[in-house]
């Protein structure tokens, strides 16, 4: 990048994630520890389009790394996706000279700063991207940890180990829909960690007499008088599986959509401590590297990739996980 960075953007993007604001406290006061002036853009690529931003110091960031949220909101933006959108994006760039843009969010996030980071090229402008990945989903491909996913884990857990109390009363299943459109991470951790007694997500077809069926029958047979079964929201509806049980077990289940709940709360010890290091990492690789990158976490250390090769990377789903589930929910309880 030619010339020394002196002020950033920082914007949290797409579906909200717990730590969100840990990792925009640790780019604002790395950025802070570097003589780097930051601007925080409101409601995620919404906010360069309208000139939605404000100029922001060690304290504004004060007391936010507990709070769930991001406290400079989210969206989701159709007309960034348009290269008319990016253009109004680029000339708010340009006017607040901005030369680095930390963008906090998802899959869909990194595809927009890549491509704005590619019409700034054409265009002359200097602006570099970073990525930092945050979704309770844990779908993205080139990180092992998304930040966010840890306390979502923990709040879905809290929330069936309580409906856990009343099925073992009634003698009841239970089918609990977790979130996770395209991934079955959120589904599986919190299964192994309640000992479900079935786990649907949708990296797996679902065969619904092996899957579900001879599940509470094998749990019956060992013993078991209440089923909890996990269903991630990409691999069916709770209701229809309620229903499907109903019909071809005889039992009354009953159904709970934990929907957005799952994305609120204080963030755990991990979420805060990894967006903490994500954060950090992002505005040094903006500082000292080259080209466009995604911060990622592999086994534990944290990497800056290229964006585009980070991008094109896949996640091989730990199917390994699903076989201690598979053993664990076959024993009855
Ligand atoms: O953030 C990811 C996610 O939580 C998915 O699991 C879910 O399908 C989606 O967001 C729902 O998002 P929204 O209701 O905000 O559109």
């Given amino acids: 990048m030619d ?3 002196k002020r950033i953007g920082v914007l949290t993007s797409g579906g909200d994630a717990p730590g969100m604001n840990a990792a925009v406290r640790a780019v604002v006061r790395t950025a802070m520890s570097r003589n780097v002036e930051c601007v925080g853009i409101r409601r995620g690529w919404n906010g360069l389009i309208n000139s939605d931003f404000l100029l922001m110091n060690a304290s504004s960031v004060s007391h936010t790394i507990d709070r769930g949220g991001t406290v400079l909101y989210t969206a989701r933006s159709e007309e960034f996706m348009h290269p008319e959108g990016r253009d109004r994006a680029l000339a708010t760039c340009k006017l607040l000279g901005l030369d680095g843009i930390v963008a906090i969010g998802g899959d869909g ?3 927009g700063a890549l491509a704005l980071a590619r019409q700034a090229e054409e265009q002359g402008v200097n602006l570099r991207v970073v990525g930092v990945p945050a979704t309770i989903d844990n779908d993205i491909g080139c990180s092992h940890y998304t930040i966010g996913f840890d306390t979502a884990c923990n709040t879905a ?6 409906l856990r109390d009343t099925m073992q009363s009634h003698e009841r299943c239970s089918v609990v829909e977790v979130m996770g459109r395209r991934a079955g991470y959120l589904a599986l951790y919190v299964g192994i960690s309640v000992g479900a007694t079935a786990v649907l997500i949708p990296e797996r077809e679902v065969d619904f007499e092996r899957d579900v069926v001879d599940k509470i029958r094998q749990a019956r047979l060992a013993g078991s008088t209440h089923y909890m079964v996990v269903v991630a929201e990409g691999a069916g509806s709770a209701i229809e599986i309620g229903k499907r049980i109903h019909e071809e077990v005889g039992i009354d289940p009953r159904v709970t959509v934990l929907g957005h709940i799952q994305r609120g709360g204080s963030p ?3 979420d805060r401590e990894t967006a903490s290091r994500m954060g950090y990492e992002a505005v040094i690789a903006l500082l000292d590297m080259d080209g466009n990158r995604i911060i ?3 086994d534990g250390h944290m ?6 090769e980070a991008l094109a990377m896949t996640k091989q789903f730990q199917m390994d996980r699903y076989q201690v589930l598979e053993a664990l929910s076959t024993t009855g309880r």
């Fill in 157 to 162: 857990i809290e929330c069936i180990d309580k």
């Fill in 303 to 308: 990497l800056a990739m290229d964006m585009e």
């Fill in 296 to 298: 990622g976490t592999r």
């Fill in 268 to 270: 755990t010890a991990r």
């Fill in 3 to 5: 010339g020394k960075v």
């Fill in 109 to 111: 996030t990194f595809r």
